[in-house]
């Protein structure tokens, strides 16, 4: 729970201070970048913390580095350049070059960075002395974690209900829904990443899943007539940022290409990324096209 909220403030924070006039790198970039760097050292040090507490750890993989890193908003990011979403002064073969460039960027950034994170931990490792756990936290403290892990995430519903309005589409919103979609993605992985071997069925189930949902959310917000009211819009964005950020994932993902390796982790990324555009294509384009939604966002 409390992962899940700051993995989705740490994101929204830093693409807020990667947004500005003038940027060379595209927002969301940093927040993929951290994540998987936090996730290839998080995964050397998999058995050492496990051997503390286990739950930690999934804290730290699934919970923050996979709510920080979001699939669904790079790829709705790539279809936001193959479609010229900002109306730039540019002909068709660069809107093509655009959307491949944001593709292989945010693969580069994300396997540089988990490659990176990992061999700088396993240096660590070797050149500090050996810590040795021999058990795990008290029960009390146990129960402690767990109660102030409940009392952190029932905080978003005062926040969402109490602090200002025009905090609820920047942040409080997506507070409510990041447990709920990091919680959905762990599950589909518990279930589903072990049913076929060689191919992480959970982890793709789960970012196809939010990136639909990403674009349906969009079509709902963006719609040209009959506009959303200020509060229903907050919620929206707050699916979009909280629930679908925290479902998909591409930290866990590069996480994945790594440990597949060879032709298997080229079959997943291409199957991935191929499948989520032609979904978007299939739910944005037929909207886009007709009029009905608008390409930026209306519902301010």
Known sequence: MPASIFGVLARLGLTALATYDGRSIFPLAYAQAIGCLVMGAALRLKQPIGNFYSPLYT???TGFCGSLTTFSSWQFDVWDAWTNAGDAARGGLRNALDGIGLTVYTFSIGIAAFQFGHYTMSLLLVSLPSV???QPPPRAVRYGMAVLAVLTYAGAFPAY????PQFRQQVTAALLFSFPGALTRYLLAVLLNLRIKAFPLGTFTANILGTGLLGLFHV???KTVNPLSPNACGLVEGLIDGYCGCLTTVSTFVAELHELGGWRSYRYAFLSWGVSQVLLLVILGPAQWAGHVQKQRVCD
């Open 59 to 61: 804290a730290l993989t």
């Open 132 to 134: 040795r756990v021999n």
């Open 161 to 164: 209900f109490l602090m200002s």
């Open 220 to 222: 709902l917000q963006n």
